[in-house]
Each structure stands twice: as C-alpha cells, then as structure tokens.
Nanobody, 116 residues
Framework: QVKLVESGGGLVELGGSLHLSCAAS????????VMWSRQAPGKEREYIGS???????ITLDSVKGRFTMSRDNGQRTVYLHMNSLKPDDTAVYFC??????????WGQGTQVTVTS
C-alpha cells in the first residue's frame, strides 16, 4: 500500500525557514520522482516542483531561489527546504507521486503558516 506522510509544518515568522519531510512507503522509492504542491485557503492548488535526481526542479516562479528539495533514498524521504518565507507561502503543503500505472498518490498534507 502506497503511503506518503508529510511532517514539519508549523508557524513561522516572515523571513524564517521551515523544512518539510515526506516519508514514503509501499513502492520502489528510488525509481520515482516525488513532487510537492501547496494549496492556500480559497485558492487553487499550486505545483511547486519535483525531485528525482539529486538536483530538484522547482517550477513555481514565486518560490524559485527560496525553496529547494532534497531526497534520501536510504530513508525513503524527500525534503522541501523553505527559506525567506512570506505570508503568501501560507498553505497546506502536499507531497505526491505518480507511479507507472498512472495513479497519483498524495499525502495528507502539512500546514505552514507564515506570520508578518
């Protein structure tokens, strides 16, 4: 059974940092990219980026230069490193994976709140 569990969210002040984790199980972790997205209240979900190789691909323009990702295949964990946080980064953050079947699996999400 595929399972993704995010952790590390919380309350942080403007300009602060948070490091989210996504622990995966139930599939061959090293064979797939893991993706991060976020959804703020009343807004559509935004795709942040993905990591397969050691070098991540950050797609969301508003976080480029501030967010990065890393992964530890031995720990079956992917990390989202968020720096210089802004109130606009307040959202629920999700990790997700698409397997060879085409099916997407999502974690339950972790709340990030940035105060000014």
């Amino acid at each position: 059974q595929v399972k993704l569990v995010e952790s590390g969210g919380g309350l942080v002040e403007l300009g602060g940092s948070l490091h989210l984790s996504c622990a995966a199980s139930g599939y061959t972790f090293s064979d797939y990219a893991v993706m991060w997205s976020r959804q703020a209240p009343g807004k559509e979900r935004e795709y942040i980026g993905s990591i397969y190789t050691p070098t991540p691909t950050i797609t969301l323009d508003s976080v480029k230069g501030r967010f990065t990702m890393s992964r530890d295949n031995g720990q079956r964990t992917v990390y989202l490193h968020m720096n210089s946080l802004k109130p606009d980064d307040t959202a629920v953050y999700f990790c997700h994976v698409r397997l060879w079947t085409g099916q997407d699996y999502w974690g339950q999400g972790t709340q990030v709140t940035v105060t000014s």
